[in-house]
């Protein structure tokens, strides 16, 4: 079905229904992602305060058929939050809706609105003397709705899981225009077809999310953190079983580095301090998070004996207090910033299971030295299978000399992620960026019911056109 563009009769008729400061001017923040590889455009940009604002602008977009595209914090890096062809959409930004609605902390729920930035959240939990677990490091700026929009993960999926196990409900606003209130607060309603999990990781391209019901855990009572150096990703896998083993439920997070990510931190930002004046091949950043009155400096210095006995750690620094684990989380959560100052010619976000890690690395790094001049970083959240495995130019070589190498050695790693059971997306979304590979990698019964879902709900097409299915 045709799709039309803003126009100022569409603009006229919502400006009978809404407050002038629902209108923004269309900045140029609206209409970039942050890798810079798409450039959106927008007939209007909207900023509801309310669910019944919402509804009015998605009920008039059906009728006029004229595009939505959701808006969050614009942090995604798959260009699902811009579109960058078509008729001018409407970019509905959740910015305005960003309360904390209630935190009930005997039930560990708390109900926050779409708009509300991620650190806002975790902040709300804290104060309630409770933990949101979901930690990225575009917390600041992030907000849940995208969060959860796009099912995001980060570093303590290991232990918490992704957004989805981290939702209980939510109050969201279909293409239609009409509202749906299932901000319940249950772990338990069997009640038919889960709309909340559809919605989760949708993207947009089904209804906007307007607010969540969350689930929140009691905070750790003592936390600690070492870097553990391996002598190889398979070494790793086995440090983190025999961390299971004597630590169990502890472990936060389980974090794979490679070697080339250390050194772009000491050649872009060196300010950031790193324990080891050489940059191991591999380590580990382990995470804990103890009650009952253990000791976790305890723990990991355990754990680093009994690995190094068997073969298994190489080195290794545990942090003897806050501050000190806080420098290693720096160091690990800086090689992004480091990895986009020295200019990546391919980037993949890659899941797999655990037991073909090792093997997707020797394979990817060997086929990939036979094609292209470039480095590899490879870094991720081990203790889920999840790793960015990025290209960069070797020294002396430029990127614009590997441009045309790009797209071959992306299919060259995501046909060996499919053909060793992972995934091409493990928790960055599909966005605009990845619209071919769904369709290149995913189950054929799958994308058909996807079709039929989105023809179900959306038959006008408004919903983040582009994104997901294309």
Known sequence: MELNPVTEAFLARLREQL??????????RYLEEPRGRFHGRAG???????????SAIVTEAARARVPVVPYGGGTGLVGGQVMAQGPAPVVLSLERMARIRAVHARENVLIAEAGATLHAVRAAAAEAGRLFPLSLASEGSC????????????VNVLRYGNARELCLGLEAVLPDGSVWHGLKRLRKDNTGYDLRDLLIGSEGTLGVITA???????RPEREGAALIVVPTPAAALDLLNLARRRIGEGISAFELIGGTGLEFLAETMPEIRQPFARPPAWSVLIDLGLSGGADPQEALTGLFGEAAEAGLALDGVVAQNEARRQALWLMRESIPLANRRVGAVASHDVSLPLSAIPEFLERAGREIAARADVRINAFGHLGDGNLHYNLFPSPGVRREDLAAQAPGLTRLVHDLVAELGGSFSAEHGVGRLKVAELRRYADPARLAAMRAIKAALDPAGIMNPGAVLG
């Not at 907000?143 to 980060?154: D, F, S, V």
């Not at 969540?212 to 009691?218: K, M, Q, T």
């Open 19 to 28: 407050p002038e400061a629902c209108f923004r001017p269309v900045e140029p």
């Open 44 to 54: 209007a940009v909207l900023a509801p305060a309310s669910v019944a604002e919402v």
């Open 143 to 154: 907000r849940i709705g995208g969060n959860l929009a796009t099912n995001a993960g980060g």
């Open 212 to 218: 969540a019901s969350l689930r929140l855990f009691a």
